[in-house]
Structure formats: C-alpha cells, structure tokens
C-alpha cells in the first residue's frame, strides 16, 4: 500500500459526460501528480500540483483541469469526455519540491480506470 | 527538455535465466533516475532509484542498475529471473528543481516456466 488513495476505481461513463476523480496524497506528502496511461500512449503526464499551486503542465488537454486543495487531496476534472479518453489514470504524490531538487521519488496510486462508452 | 527511451517493448525470458531491460535518457542538467515496476491491475511502485554517488544501485529482489553518464543509460538486470517478476517496468527521470518526471514508454518482462 502506498499510502496515496484515489477513488473511484473503476468509471463507466458515456460521451459527452463529466468525471471527476479524487486522488488523496500520502501523509506530508504537498506534491499531486496525475498521470494518464492508455495503450497506445503509454504513461502520459498530465499535470502537477505543490501545496495548491500548479509547478508543471504536461499533455493534459483543454477539455481536462484540475486542482489541489487547502487538505491537499487533488481532483481531476475530465469533460466532453470522448472514447479515446478511456484509460487508467494515476495519481502520485511525493515528499516536496525544493529548490535544491531533493524531491525524489512519486508514489503512485492504484489508480482509477476511466470507461466513456 | 529531458526524455526516456526504452527501446524493447516486450522481453521474454525463461525462469532463472538473467535479464537486462534498456533505458536511455536525454537531459541537459544533472538527473535522479528511476525504475518502476507495475504489476497486473496495480499501479506503479518504485524499484529502485539513482540520485548521487555509487553508480550501483540495488533493489531488495535482486534487481540493479548502473546509472553510465557517458553513455547515458541506466539499464535494469537481473542475474536470475522468477515467474513473480513477470511485470512491466518503466524507466524515468528527472532533472534537478522543479522538473517534472518523465516515464518510458514501458517494457513488460515475461517471464516463461
């Protein structure tokens, strides 16, 4: 168990369609980060939160947004969802993000796995 | 910008037989380097991780790497395999600050009894 919990594990949703998932970070952990892993794409970065600020942005479309809150749990807001959306997607979190780059390692969740239908 | 190639998608290998999976990165700054394993239907755990010193690194089953910054690789073996490392495995790396971290496309180790 690592200690980050994302809900729900599994999403079965139609086209169109909005979802939001809820990643829980380890305890102490101010980093969030979210990955989307599909077949053809492999593991994708989408974004990452510190302390509820956005620090970096990957492949993460218009259509997707996210946020990290004061708790430091994190959503991810996925709309307009279509079928090339269906993927598991991670949450991670890690211990910081300083400037002396001491932030090591992410620990990742089970993840959730999106079906749009 | 930094980059991870992992050039086998797929390796089979049989039990007790030993095992290297391939890892390549590109960076312009110094880099902390992961391997990752993600089992059937879980997510990813870390293996084993370089940040400084000793070029080794060891993982508590048996695993290693060499992190070889003149040929920038950090390459995973594995002397003798079992049917439980049958999994897939994914290189990453990050540059120091703020950088995000930046995963390989993957390798799933097969391993055949």
């Known amino acids: 168990d690592s200690g980050v919990t994302q809900t729900p594990k599994h999403l079965i949703t139609a086209t169109g369609q909005r979802v939001t998932l809820r990643c829980s970070p380890r305890s102490g952990d101010l980093s969030v980060y979210w990955y989307q892993q599909s077949l053809d794409q492999g593991l994708q970065f989408l974004i990452q939160y510190y302390n509820g600020e956005e620090r970096a942005k990957g492949n993460i479309l218009e259509r997707f947004s996210a946020q990290q809150f004061p708790d430091l749990h994190s959503e991810l807001n996925l709309s307009s969802l279509e079928l090339g959306d269906s993927a598991l997607y991670f949450c991670a979190s890690s211990v910081a993000n300083d400037p002396g780059g001491r932030d090591t390692e992410a620990f990742f969740g089970q993840g959730t796995r999106l079906t749009v239908v | 910008a930094q980059s991870v190639t992992q050039l086998d998608s797929q390796v089979p290998v049989f039990e007790e037989a030993p095992v290297e999976l391939r890892c390549n990165y590109s960076s312009s700054v110094s880099v902390y380097l992961f391997w990752y394993v993600q089992y059937p239907n879980q997510g990813l755990q870390l293996l084993l991780k370089y940040l400084s010193g000793s070029t080794l690194v060891e993982s508590i089953n048996g695993f290693e790497a060499e992190f070889n910054k003149s040929q920038t690789s950090f390459h995973l073996r594995k002397p003798s395999v079992h049917i439980s490392d049958t999994a897939e495995y994914f290189c990453?790396?990050?540059?120091?600050?703020?950088?995000?971290?930046?995963f390989g496309t993957g390798t799933k180790l097969q391993v055949i009894p």
């Open positions: 990453a790396v990050r540059s120091g600050g703020y950088q995000k971290v930046t």
